[in-house]
């Protein structure tokens, strides 16, 4: 069980803005550590989309953005396309477990 | 622009060791900006942290499976390598390399290699 929880799936047509939500405690984002948000596409390797809570890296488009506030941390896709559908993982650190954690992930689906 | 390559075995017997390499290219693995990590995917299941490693030779492992698991560096080569002894069927996943920021976050990784433990 990650002790980051998103929901397993969110689904939206193209055009909408979604957003996901990841859940944590006093011991990870709560605690004022950094959350940052990967997209995988089917059978690739993850790609970086957000770090340190509202970051982007070069070349990912503006329709991705993150925030956080208290213990939880949201990514928001605005103009939602077909090419993004995919698996979405947030990551923080975690003072308890003194390490990287994950969230289980959320299965984004395009209508 | 870092790259980096993961190369194995890809099937691994019960009870034997693991063992992986990553190769950086583009860069120096002596690079203080970075740590070197190792991130893992079980088939139709999600990411899961093994460890990171400093090119000092320090290194951070997750709880979960620090009692079997290693990770080296080995600067004259510019590769850092995963070894998970006594594997189980459990340890059966893709297998990521990947460059971690200072800020904890994962930059860049490599495409990643199926390893299978099975007899």
């Known amino acids: 069980q990650s002790v980051l929880t998103q929901p397993p799936s969110v689904s939206g047509a193209p055009g909408q803005r979604v957003t996901i939500s990841c859940t944590g405690s006093?011991?990870?984002?709560?605690?004022?550590?950094?959350v940052h948000w990967y997209q995988q596409l089917p059978g690739t390797a993850p790609k970086l989309l957000i770090y340190?809570?509202?970051n982007r890296p070069s070349g990912v488009s503006d329709r991705f953005s993150g925030s956080k506030t208290g213990t939880s941390a949201s990514l928001a896709i605005s103009g939602l396309q077909a090419e993004d559908a995919a698996d979405y993982y947030c990551q923080s650190y975690d003072s308890t477990l003194r390490g990287r954690v994950f969230g289980a992930g959320t299965k984004l689906t395009v209508l | 622009q870092l790259q980096l390559q993961e190369s194995g075995p890809g099937l691994v017997k019960p009870s034997e060791t693991l063992s992986l390499t990553c190769t950086v290219s583009?860069?120096?693995?002596?690079?203080?900006?970075?740590?070197w990590g190792w991130i893992r995917q079980p088939p139709g299941k999600g990411l899961e942290w093994i460890g990171s490693v400093y090119y000092s030779g320090t290194t951070y492992y997750t709880p979960s499976l620090k009692s079997r698991v290693t990770i080296s560096v080995d600067t004259s080569r510019n590769q850092f390598s995963l070894r998970v002894s006594s594997v189980t069927a459990a340890d059966t996943a893709v297998y990521y390399c990947a460059i971690e920021h200072r800020e904890d976050y994962f930059d860049f990784w490599g495409q990643g290699t199926l390893i299978t433990v099975s007899s």
């Open positions: 583009g860069g120096s693995i002596t690079n203080n900006n970075y740590y």
């Open positions: 340190v809570n509202n």
């Open positions: 006093t011991s990870n984002i709560g605690a004022g550590y950094g």
